[in-house]
């Protein structure tokens, strides 16, 4: 299984980053070979995805280096609760639902900045940024207005407090020029690397 990923990764991965490279510079952002050669490339950080229950906060905060789907203020604080038993700091991202679909978690674009400041003030817990999911739609409009919308909260969160970073996680395989157009700093791509969830292909 390995030795497929890694063959597959061999011809994806140049193609996405040709992509990232090509939506940087068109919009007159930096590119990003820079950290890639400082970092070395066979460097990695594990990341943790998708929405996370509040009984596994505990084990998520133990093995992530950053966790981007932290959707409540409830969640915030069982994992600033954990890391400060174990005297860590745990990097996460705020997750907003700029979208305003009801089938998507996150906190409110209304109660955004209070309740992500007040997260962010908490012991043990370091608020990298904040993260989105878009509307999984065709529409350039639809999806850069919900990721317009993230970054103009960030900038009005970051007008406020120095307690939330700058990084905007935003923009999948189908998206990730658009994301990268309204200010994303990390794009979510395992899509394009590996295939749909249960392809080897």
Request: a negative charge.
């Amino acid at each position: 299984m390995s030795d497929t990923y890694a063959a597959r990764l061999a011809t994806t991965l140049p193609a996405v980053r040709e992509r990232i490279e090509r939506a940087a510079s068109a919009c007159g952002r930096p590119e990003l070979e820079g950290k890639v050669e400082h970092f070395g490339a066979e460097s990695a950080r594990w990341h943790m995805i998708g929405h996370i229950q509040g009984r596994k906060a505990n084990r998520a905060a133990g093995v992530a280096d950053l966790i981007h789907s932290v959707d409540s203020p409830r969640l915030g604080e069982r994992i600033a609760r954990s890391a400060k038993e174990d005297e860590r700091v745990v990097h996460v991202l705020a997750q907003v639902n700029t979208s305003g679909e009801e089938s998507k978690s996150g906190f409110t674009l209304e109660r955004a900045v209070e309740e992500i400041h007040a997260m962010a003030e908490l012991p043990g817990l370091r608020v990298d940024g904040l993260m989105t999911m878009a509307p999984f739609v065709d529409d350039e409009i639809v999806l850069g207005d919900a990721f317009g919308r993230l970054r103009r909260l960030s900038e009005q969160l970051r007008s406020v407090t120095e307690t939330v970073g700058p990084e905007l996680s935003m923009g999948m395989t189908n998206d990730l020029e658009i994301a990268i157009r309204e200010g994303s700093t990390m794009v979510r791509i395992g899509t394009a690397l590996f295939g749909e969830r249960g392809s080897t292909q």
